[in-house]
């Protein structure tokens, strides 16, 4: 696809991100499948993708960004593609969630969210995350 004009805005092999590499131990519990930002492709906003495979032993830590994100998690049957295949504990500043249903998240900008902590995965969940800004970092 290299010789078309538009083939560099088709990202199908994972391009390591350098501004955020994988976290110590992440291969043991998740894949990650894609990434995309302005730097893979220029003028693009931030996009990931992964599929959680187990439950890992520590969580994502709490934090709160200068920009909006929408996280995401789908679950992986066909045959009930609302039942989320787990357990995932999200907080959205002091409010607890506990989902077990395929969902979209809207993190509006500054809103403290996590930790988040995969309690339980009993088939592969999807996990994405997106947000406007070009240069993901947490």
Same mark, same amino acid.
């Given at each position: 696809m290299?010789?078309?004009?538009n083939?560099k805005?088709i990202?199908?092999? *994972?391009?390591?991100n350098p501004d955020?590499?994988? /976290?110590?131990? $992440?291969?043991?519990? &998740?894949?990650r *499948?894609l ?6 492709? /220029?003028?693009? $906003?931030?996009?990931? &993708?992964?599929w959680?495979?187990?439950?890992p ?5 709490a934090h709160v960004?200068d ?9 992986s049957n066909?045959e009930?593609?609302y039942?989320?295949?787990?357990e995932?504990?999200?907080w ?16 509006p900008?500054?809103?403290r ?6 309690r339980r ?11 406007v ?6």
């Open positions: 290299t010789d078309r004009k083939a805005y990202v199908s092999d *994972l391009i390591p955020r590499p994988e /976290p110590p131990g $992440y291969s043991e519990w &998740a894949k *499948l990434w995309m930002n302005d730097k893979i492709v /220029p003028g693009s $906003y931030n996009f990931m &993708a992964s959680y495979l187990k439950a032993t520590k969580g994502l830590e960004h920009y909006p994100e929408v996280i995401i998690f789908l679950g066909p009930d593609p039942d989320l295949g787990g995932i504990e999200f959205m500043e002091d409010e607890q969630y506990i989902l077990t249903r395929s969902c979209f998240i809207w993190v900008t500054g809103l969210h996590c930790p988040m902590v995969v995965v009993d088939r592969p969940i999807m996990h994405l995350g997106s947000s800004r070009k240069d993901f970092k947490m």
